[in-house]
């Protein structure tokens, strides 16, 4: 056998891993198919001429010769359509030059042009060629020079260091294929298989790198095949050499080929030693760690990929958990540096559970436990702290509390020479700690302690950075009212997102007690708004005069003030009360709770106390505010409220009646005879009669009224949820103790009142002091001393004031009552709120582009308010009904606008609104209701209305139906136009719109 056939053969070995590699990868792509098409014929040339040269079959040598003849120009064609793909755009591939080349080889072989002859000298066959050859190496050399052309120029014009990398691998083995086939030319490289060299450097090298490793530069590649190929080198030559050694020790017979083929046998073995020695390693692990061994695996997993885990709540559990199973340790804890302090505390703890003995760990700052793991930087057994002289100044609380949670280790994690955290662990599950399970710990720590100190350093920078956006946070909404209360849920609520707040309050100085001016939550709350709390036993008493802050860490165990057993029953555990100064001063305290024992850290302490002295300013400043705005509301000298205070109340008073329903009273007093008491006792006294007289009204009226000073010698009483009978029963009383118990010497001093109700006797709060006043003077005139009722100034108004003149116009007096009426209609349904007065101000805007006369706009205006009157007898269940409505229910809304009409037609004030009520729900085109009017015949009100209340419906949010844009609806409208509504009112209505939306763009240009 000719030793130089091992080469092809290997050469074909070469590819096999390669090819498999290849077929078995999935999805197949253009690429893949050629590349395999270019193996192929590379392995049939190695395969075939290896068979050759072992003159395998000697009568079958010819044949042989040609299939090899043949299958290298084809490999080498298709190493070229296989570069061909990394061609540039624009770049020719010279398939069709290719393929005919390969045609014309084969034909040239097949008849006897390239191969003249074989001779067979000793056991070597050496081929001789004829002309043929010429062609075969002239086609071969051009396509190789084609394609480095090509793809030199191409590696000048990429910047994807992949493609870049594949580039250079396709050139790398273009041209070692392209020298090493060239030897066989030759004469020497007839005799020996040089060019299946070339084929072996190409299959192992670059095609690999090309396909299996196309995103790994081609240099690392080269660099890895390199160090295995000079380590085989050097296992060969060992091999050789020691074959030599004891050929010469023991003469014994030594053949080349027995060296070639023992050589191949040991790379053999090597090779399969090497791949089995991880199942072998893993067999024996397994048979002796039995269950843990998974565990183990993993672990080491972790440690491996923990620089991939950016998160240190993941890796400190995940690390816990797995060390635990995998050395069966009972309990283990993580304790890391607490923010604020130098202690260390537990973080992680496992298995995770509230009341398990490692949860609560705390090594203080200047431990000799810290001491010695940062000085040490090594494992510390619990024997250690008996017998190490560096123990002794341990607390023997310390050492009971080590016993008791049955602690065993004290593993420090150092990075960079610093301890960033202590692993402590618990007993085994059974038995002790071996040797290995030490090991194991070490280098587990060792491996994670610079990701865990990476990850906590972040932990602590987010927390930083929150710490700060709620500082930042809590400074505008501050700033941006001066009503506390009205503030504090959003500041809480702002809080509550880096601490566990359940419970806050605001409890400031007034006088010599404390009064609480905020709450986060007035529920099950020992506190209440305004709440006057004495400051002897409070935990705020205490802080307001040390100015320190005070931390109860469990009401469960210990309470230290007189306040904490009902705040322990309102569920909380946690107490921190925070000492509020402005100006150097301390002005109350800021009190956070939670229903957790043991809830803040000295991190949380201090980004409460940075909290505190930031809001002490702005509570200050709102309590100078509070003072000056009651100061503005009272009257000074009576202690009243003033007659700003009264305006205030009165509209609010009317809103909230004017939706909810009910009546209320108003009576304005004034003193007889005080000009003559004044005049004759001097301004002191009559100051002092005032302040009197201010005090007998507060008695006299119930807590659900109000007292003003209306000015000079005249009070107000505002009397909500009262009819004039029962108002006229308290201003009766208020009279008679004025008359009773005033003491003004020779000039007696009593007091007339009017009364007025809301809304017999005005709509607004000017019409209704006015009635109050006029019945009044009118008890004055009388002679005083008495008390008189309005009797309902609108009543005369409607009967003989009518609001009709001749030609038909509304009075706009009435226009109040009508506004009235509106928002009782609008209050019975949660959805129609503000409807009437949306649908007035669309109606409007249509009259004004109609440009309708001042009368025709008043009486539309009447129109629009009151369309919907006639759902005041409609079910309330129906009007605020989410779904649907049935067959039976829509009919009874239909009756709405008959409805409307006979309560409108019932007023002679209103009877021009009556066609526009019943006919707002015409169509244009007939189909409406309720009788089907027409086109023209419909009122121009009516028309108007229909087209006001649809827009004002669909831009509404309504549960039956979708909520649409204006432009939408308009949209909605002109599709309607000449079916639903006149096309011209549109239209007009529709200019409008769109003139106002451009005026208001090219405002907002400007």
Known sequence: MNVYALFPLIATIAYIPLLLTIAGSRPWQKRSTLFILFIIPAMI?????????????????????????????????????????????????WLAFAYASVAIIIGLILSGNVINNIEVVDDKIYPHYGPGLVYIA???ITLAARNLYVVWRRLKILSNPVLYNQTISMMLGIIVLAIFVTTAILPWGREFPIPHLGNIIVASILSYAVIRHRLVDIRLVLRQGTAWLGLGVIGIVSFWLLIVVMHTVFDFELSLLASFMATLVGLIVSIFIYKVRGYFFEFMNRAFRGSSYDYHKKLNDFTNKIHNVFSLKEQGGELLALLNKAINIKQACLLFPEAGSEDFITQFVEPEDEDSPLANIRLRAGSPIITYLEREQKALPKENLTILPAFLSLWPKEKEEIDSKEIEIFMPLISRDRLIAILVLGKKQSGRYSLEDFNIIEEVTSRVAVSLEKEYLREQLREREEELSVINKSSAIFSSSLDIQEIFGSFIEELKNVIDVHWASIVLIEDSDLCCVALSSTEGSTYQIGE?????????????????????PDLSQERYFQTGENFYKQGLRSMVYLPLIAKGKAIGSFIAASQQPNAYSQRHLKLLEQLASQISMPLENAKLYAKAEEKARVDELTGLLNRRSLDEMIDTEISRHSRYG?????????????????????????????????NIIKSAIRNADHAFRYGGDEFAILLPQTTVDAALQVTERVRKKIAEEVEAGKIPVTASIGLASWPDDGISHTDIIAAADVILYRAKRDGGNQSYCASGALTPLQLTEPILDTDNHIDSKILSVVHALSETIDSKSYFTHNHSKRVTDYALAIAKALKLDTAEMTKLEACALLHDI???????????????????????????????????????????????????????DGSGYPDGLKGDDIPMEARILSIADAIATMTSERPYSETLTHEKAVEELKRCAGTQFDPYLVEQFVLSYESNINNARKKARR
């Open 662 to 694: 009910g009546a209320f009273s108003l009576a304005i007093v004034d003193l007889d005879s005080f000009k003559a008491y004044n005049d004759t006792y001097g301004h002191l006294s009559g100051d002092k009669l005032l302040r009197q007289i201010g």
């Open 532 to 552: 006057r709390i004495p400051m002897e036993g409070s935990g705020t008493g205490w802080v307001v005069t040390q100015k320190k802050t005070f931390v109860e």
């Open 138 to 140: 002239f086609t071969l």
């Open 45 to 93: 040339w190695s395969l075939t001429d290896y068979f050759f040269r072992i003159n395998y079959s000697p009568q079958h040598n010819l044949l042989l010769l040609q299939i090899i003849m043949i299958a290298l120009p084809l490999m080498a064609v298709q190493l070229h359509v296989f570069t061909s793909t990394f061609f540039g755009p624009g770049q020719g591939r």
């Open 870 to 924: 006639g759902k005041i007898s409609i079910n309330d269940d129906i009007l605020n009904k989410p779904g649907k409505l049935t067959e039976e229910e829509w009919e009874i809304v239909k009756t709405h606008p008959q409805l409307g009409a006979t309560i409108s037609s019932r007023i002679p004030q209103l009877t021009p609104c009556v066609e526009g009520i019943l006919h707002h729900h015409e169509w244009y």
